[in-house]
């Protein structure tokens, strides 16, 4: 009798599962999780080298949804980068992955979220963006369009901070926009997140049906669809399938990704090169003027040392470390004695 | 006598070993290494010493006062009364030449005229600036090196060993060849000056002393720093404030130096200097989560932004250290004043229910004890706790015991491997096996999948999963509490004096070293025999509610306005309330003896106002 079909390290899509949904029916989120969790499956990631971390609202609630057997931290309300900051200094073998909604890293957050891109904290961060402050019950947050309306007719008067442009402007070295309906795309986006070494943000629209799905709203499902604007057709294929790599013809170009894997991008619409940030910066300040919505990942690089790196941490993690190594000897301690005499 | 010297009609004896010596010069004024070095050499003579630095909250230019206190009886509280000044500082002269007693020793640059003030004192013109030009070409140079002369003019007044000052000298400059040319040639200048000038002999003076004791002289925070480091913290996260940040730069110091491999280079001490206090303390409680020991250093307004993530760490039960140097609050309050201020907000830190164990050294050695236990007792409880310095103990020099090296393993409370969880039946994140409350923990990462968790702040069950059932929620609280409970027999224990009268006092921190000299003020001055307790812990252990029952008055002494550990103490013990009397000191200085026994004596004695 055949087992359960298993990814290549032998797991069971289960795995990759969490506990059921207590969002709205047909919320955003819902879909990102379960992206993250064929994502994660396809990738063949260790669950319980995975850190779920995230802050508050219904979109930080998502890492119990999915990977149930990773660790998992719901912290406090925008500062999940800080407690991620600390987790990945603490043990550099655990893989780095966060959810956040827009609220979380645009408003209330948004010191954290900064600081986290400039230190290159080695950390896949989703931001869940609909426009509003889903659990609080549909507030606007500081990415929602000017002039977009909430359900009541409020409009916003102020202009929307672009996690993305102020990722890449802040020297992020992933920066990828995506939109939950898209799921197509969005996994290969994930994916090669997954696959990246040092910070990456994906900013996916993800709508939010209950307060945020009508008609004058820039983050509805129908405007999605209505204003995506793909800015290449993007694809990842993994280091262990690199053999197939090869023959993408003259519409492709591939972008090799430390860990062996490969970025394949058609060159469809905007044909955008993700290795050239000046493009990506001008597509995104094109895009803030325009009514449509791009997505794709707008920059790639490799080769900037993550935080632990950076800090020359050792490898091993901290927790573990034999005494003899944390705690300084008894000549030294004579010796620090010595010099207040 | 010598034309630059003006003698008042107040001979008298000369004192010897009893002094209070104040510098006043400007912030910014490279006085301090001159002052270390007055301090240094005074402690190499075997004389108890102490040092207090009062700085304004800038960086150059307004004045600023170095007292040093020479005591033969050992204290070490500052005192009111200044005898030996030295005015280096036009903005202050006329106040400070006016505010010592009559026949105090007044040494001053002697373009400031300072004679216009006083005839009651010894005053002693000194030509500093001509001085300085003799001995110091680099004109850029001489504003450092002027302080030098001082030490010199004092060295040879007072009686200061002139070898003691030049093996303090040598220290300070050890890897400047050149500055300590130039350092000694000014306190050469200093004492040759005096000795073709004044003949008068000082009305106070200092003599070697034998030392039965060894001691070393530093400061709280770098105490503090050394006790973070012996301990085996592996992840700092902070951000700067006055009076605490030496306290993160030297652990991060003393981990380039002794936790760096020198040949990988790879170390085992992360520091990140965050973006403000709310980041420092969510990044050392991520860390600690996934199995850092770690820490962070602030102050009030630190402590304010930290409260959020506390409650966390006490709720989702994540241990970490904050060592809190205090200073005046509230808002920015004096920000280079010292105070016990948040006594009440460290130990009830964040909304909601929840109290944090607070330990509070009263001097160096304690600070680096305390810093070291301080890890063990988060650990072994699973939640934050709270080293409570202040500014007095953190950035002034005093005299301890050389720190001594720890002779118990490092030991981080209930961590689970993938052994210890097999052997667990039925394990829960959250469940008390044991019966003090404190619960096993995993720490993630295991490379064997073993014992993952999802943590949150949210309402969660003893398997750490989501709740909102008021019967879980209760059953967690109420082993919260238990945590506390049993935190009491881990935190050190209060440290008890007196014949066993029914007057106590009751002190913490700092405010012990006006409480010695004060009760032996009380005893030998007024009759007062006093009972003191000196309490070292929040959790208050039992020995400190059977002291206070066996007093029929006690007097808490402390350094704030509202009276925050009386009211703690009365918090605890509710029964107890009346028999607690606050004694305060609050003016952002140290407090001296005097603030202690007053207000007692009034008390205790109504006949004794007016007089002593
Ligand atoms: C310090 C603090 N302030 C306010 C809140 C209330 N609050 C909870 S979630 C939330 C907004 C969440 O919005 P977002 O991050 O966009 O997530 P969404 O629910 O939309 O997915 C707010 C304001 C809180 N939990 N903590
Ligand atoms: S309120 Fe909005 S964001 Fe929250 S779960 Fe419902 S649909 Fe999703
Ligand atoms: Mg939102």
């Known amino acids: ?341 | 006598m010598n034309e630059s010297t003006r003698a008042a009609e107040v001979p008298g004896p000369v004192s010897v070993n009893d002094l209070t010596l104040r510098v006043a010069t400007v912030n910014g004024s490279g006085s301090q290494t001159a002052n270390n070095t007055l301090l240094r050499a005074l402690f190499h003579m075997g004389l108890p010493v102490s040092g207090k630095n009062l700085f304004p909250s800038n960086i150059a230019g307004l004045p600023t006062w170095f007292t040093i206190r020479v005591s033969g009886d050992g204290y070490v509280a500052p005192k009111r009364d200044v005898n030996v000044l030295v005015c280096l500082n036009p903005a202050s002269a006329e106040d400070d030449v006016r505010s010592v007693p009559p026949g105090s020793l007044v040494v001053y640059e002697e373009t400031l005229r300072c004679e216009r003030y006083r005839d009651d004192v010894v005053l002693v013109a000194v030509p500093f600036q001509k001085l300085v030009k003799e001995v110091c070409e680099p004109v850029a140079l001489r504003k450092l090196v002027v302080n030098m002369i001082y030490v010199g003019v004092l060295t040879e007044l007072i009686g200061i060993e002139v070898a003691e000052v030049k093996q303090a000298l040598d220290k300070a400059f050890a890897h400047k060849p050149k500055a300590l040319g130039l350092n000694r040639d000014a306190v050469r200048a200093g004492i040759e000056w005096v000795r073709e000038n004044v003949s008068r002999v000082s009305p106070f003076r200092v003599e070697r002393m034998a030392r039965d004791e060894d001691l070393i002289l530093v400061d709280g925070n770098t105490a503090a720093a050394v006790g973070c480091v012996f301990a085996g913290v592996t992840v700092l996260a902070w951000y700067p404030i006055t009076p605490s940040s030496s306290v993160a730069e030297t652990v991060a110091h003393l981990g380039e130096r002794y936790r760096r491999d020198p040949e990988t280079g790879e170390t085992t001490l992360a520091v990140v200097q965050a973006e403000d206090e709310l980041a420092a303390v969510g990044m050392v409680i991520g860390a600690a989560w996934a199995g850092a020991r770690s820490m962070t250093a602030t102050s009030g307004p630190g402590i304010s932004l930290m409260s959020e993530f506390v409650g966390l760490g006490y709720f989702a039960e994540i241990p970490t250290v904050i060592v809190n140097v205090q200073r005046t609050g509230p808002s920015t309050g004096f920000p280079t004043r010292t105070q016990q201020g948040d006594l009440l907000s460290a130990a009830n830190l964040s909304h909601g229910d929840g109290r944090h164990p607070c330990l509070y050294p009263s001097d160096p050695h304690e600070a680096y004890e305390f810093a070291m236990a301080a890890f063990d007792l988060a650990e072994g409880l699973q939640t934050p706790v709270f080293v409570l310095s202040d500014l007095d103990l953190g950035m002034n020099l005093w005299m301890t015991k050389p720190f001594e090296y720890p002779e118990e393993p490092i030991c981080r409370g209930k961590v689970l491997d993938a052994e210890g969880l097999a052997k667990m039946e039925d394990w829960g994140r959250y469940k008390d096996v044991d019966g003090d409350g404190v619960p096993y923990r995993t720490l993630p990462g295991g490379a064997d999948g073993v014992g993952a968790y999802f943590t949150r702040g949210s309402g969660h069950d003893a398997y750490a999963r989501y709740t909102e059932k008021g019967d879980d929620y209760i059953a967690t609280m109420q082993r919260l509490a238990l945590k506390l409970e049993t935190a009491k027999s881990r935190v050190p224990e209060p440290v008890l004096d007196g014949p066993g009268t029914a007057v106590g006092l009751l002190a913490f921190g700092t405010s012990h070293h006006a409480v010695v000299e004060a009760r032996d003020h009380l005893r030998d001055e007024l009759g007062i025999e006093t009972d003191y307790l000196r309490l070292r812990a929040f959790p208050f252990t039992d020995s400190v509610r059977e002291w206070i029952e066996a007093h029929e008055r006690v007097y808490v002494f402390e350094q704030n306005h509202d009276g925050q550990m009386r009211r703690m103490l009365t918090m605890e013990f509710p029964s107890l309330g009346a028999r607690l009397h606050s004694v305060l000191h609050y003016d952002g200085l140290p407090p001296d003896a005097r603030s202690v026994w007053e207000p007692i004596a009034l008390d205790a004695v109504p006949s004794v106002k007016g007089g002593a």
Request: hydrophobic residues 35%.
């Open chain 1, 1 to 341: 009798m055949a087992g359960p079909k298993t990814n290549r390290i032998g797991l069971p899509v289960t795995d990759y599962r969490g506990v059921s949904s207590t969002l709205c029916k047909g919320c955003g989120h819902d879909v990102i999780s379960n992206t993250l969790t064929t994502a994660l499956y396809e990738m063949g990631v260790e669950p319980w080298r995975v850190a779920k971390m995230s802050g508050i609202g219904c979109s930080s609630k998502t890492p119990a949804y999915f990977l149930g057997p990773a660790w998992g931290f719901n912290s406090v309300h925008g500062r999940m980068p800080s407690v991620a900051t600390g987790a990945l200094l603490a043990n550099r073998t655990l893989i780095g992955l966060g959810v956040s909604g827009d609220g979380d890293t645009a408003s209330i957050g948004i010191g954290q979220f900064v600081h986290m891109v400039r230190r290159n904290v080695p950390f896949l961060y989703v931001v869940e963006n609909n426009g509003v402050y889903g659990l609080t019950k549909g507030q606007f947050s500081a990415t929602a369009d000017e002039g977009s309306r909430l359900k009541d007719g409020t409009v916003n008067d102020f202009a929307p901070i672009d996690i993305c442009t102020l990722a890449l402007e802040l020297g992020a070295t992933f920066v990828a926009r995506a939109f939950s309906a898209d799921r197509k795309q969005l996994i290969e986006i994930l994916k090669a997140a997954i696959a990246h070494e040092g910070f990456a943000v994906i900013d996916v629209m993800s709508p939010c049906v209950t307060f945020n799905n009508h008609v004058g709203s820039t983050r509805s499902y129908d405007y999605g669809r209505n204003h995506e604007g793909p800015i290449h057709e993007f694809g990842f294929v993994p280091a262990w399938d690199h053999p197939e790599v090869g023959g993408g013809g003259e519409d492709t170009f591939d972008v090799p990704m430390p860990d062996g894997g490969t970025i394949r991008v058609q060159r469809v619409g905007r044909a955008h090169d993700p290795r050239d940030k000046g493009a990506a910066l001008r597509l995104l300040h094109e895009d803030a003027e325009s009514p449509e919505y791009l997505t794709g990942v707008f920059y790639v690089r490799a080769g900037k040392p993550p935080l632990p790196q950076f800090l020359k941490m050792v490898e091993e993690p901290l927790a573990t470390l034999p005494e003899a190594r944390v705690r300084p000897t008894r000549e030294t301690l004579a010796e620090i004695n010595e010099s207040y005499r």
